[in-house]
């Protein structure tokens, strides 16, 4: 798969080239990572890629040409590669995405991501040069890279052959759809907990049963919406009601009611 960034901060990306899955399939060429600096497709002199908010107002605004420009090379490049990529636009304004959407995204040959600084771009270019707006997530940051890189980061450990055991992205938390079950490693005491005797048992029936219900405790727990939203088994509904009985606790609210 391949990935078109189109940054002001191209030395940002360097960090997914530093160390970890990422890096290893970059190296591998799992993923590819092609960046493109607006700022080198400017046609003046001062090499300018915004000006000041129509309307008035504080903050800078990105100029369309330059992006556009940008965006022309991109695509030329992806075509060139054999890819159809679309355009991907990273901002607050964006279609909030979910493991889901990461599992789309990467079944697609390739995305061109278009990350915005300022107060935002001239939205004349989204309208015209963007298929799909996103978000990371209902917060601002001071631009749309880190967001491009947390998708990359979501999408490429997905790409097969990225992780080195083969299931373990279908054993994430969320891809079934729940939170992920507890962990515990050596030494079997620390600060005079133990680990969950079932765990010691050798008992692998038993294991993936217990893994199974804490993943629906803790779902039911902290995030009820999951749980509604996915729907429950018989065998799952039974292994939550001897969770709750175990627990006789109510769901544990992460987030104060609004
Ligand atoms: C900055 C600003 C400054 C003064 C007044 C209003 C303002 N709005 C913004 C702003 O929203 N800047 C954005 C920074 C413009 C688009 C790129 N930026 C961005 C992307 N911030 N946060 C994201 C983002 C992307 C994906 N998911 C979550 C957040």
């Known amino acids: 798969m391949r990935f078109d960034v189109v940054t002001l901060f191209p030395e940002q990306f360097r960090i997914l080239s530093g160390a970890g899955v990422i ?3 970059l190296g591998r060429d799992i993923a590819t990572l092609a960046i493109w600096n607006p700022r080198d497709f400017a046609s003046d002199a001062q090499r300018t890629v915004d000006d000041r908010p129509y309307g008035g107002g504080p903050g800078m605004v990105m100029k369309v040409e330059p992006l556009r420009a940008a965006i022309d ?3 030329a490049a992806a075509v060139r590669a054999g890819c159809t990529s679309r355009v991907a636009y990273l901002s607050p304004q964006g279609h909030r995405l979910t493991q889901a959407d990461m599992v789309r ?3 697609a040959p390739g995305w061109i991501l278009l990350t915005g600084r ?8 989204i309208e015209t040069q963007v298929d799909e707006e996103w978000s990371i997530g209902d917060y601002v940051l001071s631009g749309g890279e880190l967001a491009a890189m947390v998708v ?3 999408v490429i450990r997905l790409l097969p052959g990225a992780l080195g055991h083969a299931d373990s992205a279908a054993q994430d938390s969320y891809g079934d ?3 992920d079950c507890p962990h515990y490693t050596r ?10 005797a079932v765990l010691l048992s050798g008992d692998h029936a038993a294991i993936e049963r217990w893994r199974h219900q804490q ?3 803790r779902t039911w727990q902290r995030r009820p919406d999951l749980l509604r939203a996915r729907g429950l088994t018989a065998d799952e509904q039974a292994l939550l009601d001897e969770f709750m009985r175990g627990r006789g606790g109510t769901a544990v609210e992460r987030e104060p009611r609004t």
């Not at 300022?118 to 270019?125: F, H, I, K, P, T």
């Not at 079997?188 to 969950?196: A, K, M, R, S, Y």
Request: aromatic fraction near 2%.
């Open 23 to 25: 890096a290893r399939a």
């Open 73 to 75: 090379s991109a695509r």
């Open 105 to 107: 995204i990467a079944a």
């Open 118 to 125: 300022y107060e935002g771009v001239d939205e004349r270019l």
């Open 152 to 154: 990359m980061d979501a």
């Open 177 to 179: 759809g729940l939170l």
């Open 187 to 196: 030494p079997e005491l620390v600060d005079g907990l133990g680990v969950p």
């Open 215 to 217: 993943a629906l405790g």
